[in-house]
């Protein structure tokens, strides 16, 4: 059984878990709670970096990150599933990459808001993370005028962030972007695990 150390809440950990529900492999992963501020936790030993996700294979050597992990999951399937070939491998790795860096920005800025006392927020700090955000999302509004036939990758990771938005910025991002309004509709209609991995805020 494989094991993947995330959190209920994380984005990245939320990719993984629907691109192993995509890639029928759910049943052959436990999926154990970590806490990434918990000295004492075992996800240090099993990542130095003390992230998450983290996946600890039967062996027990361990993966990490969530890009990682998912070529993994992917090779497991037998290949070619989530991540296509050719020139549209890249393309796909490129959504993913977009969609991870809106999440990391998104990430900072919560952080910012929890770990510094309010009095040591840095405003052109968090504005600084909210341009990538916003960037980012005109750049997927424009190319994702329309659902795409087949799912890979770059579609999970950008539906995760999008997700991440509406359970951490409280969904602000849909006045704006009617198109990624439509197409994560149809994404979760596509992907009933969507639904299943989200978290009340």
Same mark, same amino acid.
């Given at each position: ?43 240090? /030993? ?111 990771? /950008? ?43």
């Amino acid at each position: 059984m494989l094991i993947l150390r995330s959190s209920p809440a994380s984005p990245f950990g939320r990719k993984v878990k629907i691109a192993a529900s995509l890639l029928g492999l759910s049943d052959r992963i436990e999926i154990v709670e970590a806490d990434t501020t918990n000295p004492s936790d075992t996800l240090r /030993q099993q990542n130095p970096l003390g992230k998450i996700p983290t996946l600890v294979l039967e062996n027990g050597e361990t993966l990490y990150d969530s890009r990682v992990i998912v070529e993994y999951l992917d090779h497991l399937a037998g290949g070619g599933r989530i991540l296509p070939t050719g020139w549209e491998r890249f393309a796909a790795l490129r959504q993913q990459a977009l969609a991870d860096g809106i999440m990391d920005a998104a990430l900072l800025q919560v952080y910012e808001g929890r770990w510094r006392a309010e009095d040591r927020r840095e405003p052109a700090w968090v504005e600084h993370q909210a341009g990538k955000v916003r960037r980012g999302l005109d750049a997927a509004e424009a190319d994702l005028a329309s659902p795409a036939s087949t799912l890979h990758i770059g579609h999970v990771a /950008q539906a995760c962030a999008l997700g991440y938005l509406d359970l951490r910025m409280g969904g602000r991002w849909r006045d704006t972007y009617p198109g990624l309004v439509a197409w994560l509709a149809d994404f979760e209609g596509r992907v009933p695990v969507f639904a299943k991995t989200r978290v009340a805020a």
